[in-house]
C-alpha cells in the first residue's frame, strides 16, 4: 500500500511473511474532509503476531475503521475501532493469538477507514490558506538547516571519514534523526569524549549525502549514492532514509540489475523495491533464466528463489 488513503477508501497490502522476514511496515499518508495530511504506518510481526497502526506525524489523528489479517481462503482477524486518537508514541496494537503463520502463504492486511477522520493537537484553520504558507515555512527550515551544515557554525561533533576527511556537525541533530546516534552519544562511547565519530566505511561523499539527509530530509546525490545509502539507512535505523533509496531504486530496475536490487530489498526490508523486482523477474522469466547471473544467484539465495518461484507459479496461474 502506497501514496494517499482517503477516508472512506479501502485499500489492502499484501505481504508475504516467512521465516526470514520476521516484520514488514508500509507507511502511508491519510487525509481528513478539509485536506489536512498526515502520514501513518502499517505493520505487522511474525513473533508475536501482531498488527500495528501507527502515526508518524506531529499532529494526533484520530480514526475510525475496521482491520483484518486474510488469506486467500479465510479471514483470521477482524477488529473494528471507534474514534481512536492515534498519537505520534502511542500506536493502535492487535495482538493476534492462536494462529500460526504458514511460510508459504500470503497474507493481506487490510484496512478501512471511515469518516470523518480528524487532526488534532495543531492548528488547522483552512488547508488551502496555511498550504503555501507551511510550504514556504518547510522551504526556509530546510534552507536554515542546510545553511548550519555548510557553513559549520556551533558544531559540537566531527565526523571521519573513510579516506581521512574530517566533516563537523552537531550532535543534537544528529541524535534527533538516528535512535542509533542518539543512544551512541547517551552512553559511555569513546565518542562522547572525543567529539569524534570514524565512519571508515563511507567515503566523504556518501557521508555529505547522509548528512544532506539527516538536515534536510533528502540527499542531494541519490543517482549515484541510492544503494549505499539504503545501507546506511539500515545502519543508522533511518526508515524514512531507506524508503527514499528504495523508492528511487525502482526507477532504476533493469534486466541486468533486477536479481541484485531484489536481493538489496530482501535485507534491507524494502517491500516495494522486493515486490518491482519480482514482477520484472516474472515478464522477463524466458530471458533470465538463460543467463548465468541467474544460476548463481539461485545457488546463493535459495530463499529468495523460493519466492521467485512462487511469484512465477502465480502468474501462470492467473494466466490460465
Not at 75 to 88: G, M, P, Q, R
Not at 143 to 172: A, M, P, Q, W
Not at 205 to 227: C, F, H, Q, R, W
Not at 308 to 316: L, W
Amino acid at each position: 500500500m502506497s501514496g494517499y488513503l482517503t477516508v472512506g477508501e479501502n485499500k489492502s497490502w499484501t505481504v508475504k511473511i516467512n521465516s526470514k522476514n520476521k516484520s514488514l511496515s508500509k507507511t502511508f499518508s491519510v487525509c481528513d474532509s478539509i485536506n489536512n495530511h498526515g502520514i501513518c504506518r502499517l505493520g505487522i510481526t511474525k513473533s508475536p503476531l501482531e498488527i500495528t497502526l501507527e502515526n508518524v506525524c506531529n499532529a494526533n489523528i484520530t480514526l475510525s475503521g475496521e482491520i483484518q489479517l486474510c488469506t486467500a481462503q479465510s479471514t483470521l482477524f477482524t477488529s473494528k475501532f471507534l474514534n481512536e486518537v492515534i498519537a505520534n508514541s502511542n500506536p493502535l496494537k492487535w495482538t493476534i493469538n492462536n494462529q500460526t503463520i504458514n511460510n508459504y502463504v500470503t497474507y493481506d492486511v487490510k484496512l478501512n477507514l471511515e469518516s470523518p477522520c480528524y487532526f488534532i493537537g495543531k492548528d488547522f484553520p483552512n488547508a488551502a490558506e496555511t498550504k503555501g504558507t507551511a510550504r514556504k515555512e518547510t522551504s526556509n527550515i530546510t534552507t536554515d538547516l542546510e545553511k548550519l551544515l555548510t557553513e559549520s557554525k556551533y558544531f559540537d561533533v566531527e565526523i571521519i571519514c573513510s579516506d581521512g576527511e574530517i566533516l563537523k556537525c552537531h550532535r543534537n541533530i544528529l541524535s534527533a534523526r538516528s535512535p542509533v546516534l542518539e543512544a551512541m552519544f547517551s552512553s559511555d562511547f569513546k565518542e562522547v569524549s572525543s567529539g569524534q565519530i570514524k565512519l571508515d566505511y563511507f567515503d566523504t561523499e556518501v557521508v555529505k549525502d547522509l548528512l544532506s539527509y539527516i538536515y534536510t530530509g533528502m540527499p542531494k546525490n541519490l543517482e549515484d549514492n541510492a544503494e549505499i545509502l539504503l545501507q546506511a539507512g539500515e545502519q543508522f535505523q533511518m526508515e524514512a532514509l531507506k524508503e527514499i533509496c528504495g523508492k528511487h531504486l525502482i526507477k532504476k530496475l533493469t534486466k541486468d540489475n533486477v536479481l541484485e536490487y531484489l536481493a538489496l530489498g530482501d535485507k534491507y526490508r524494502q517491500q516495494d523495491l522486493k515486490e518491482a523486482s519480482l514482477e520484472m523477474i516474472v515478464k522477463n522469466a524466458k530471458d533470465m533464466k538463460e543467463d548465468t547471473k541467474f544460476t548463481e544467484f539461485a545457488i546463493n539465495n535459495p530463499e529468495l528463489m523460493v519466492e521467485v518461484f512462487s511469484a512465477m507459479a502465480s502468474k501462470i496461474s492467473i494466466n490460465h
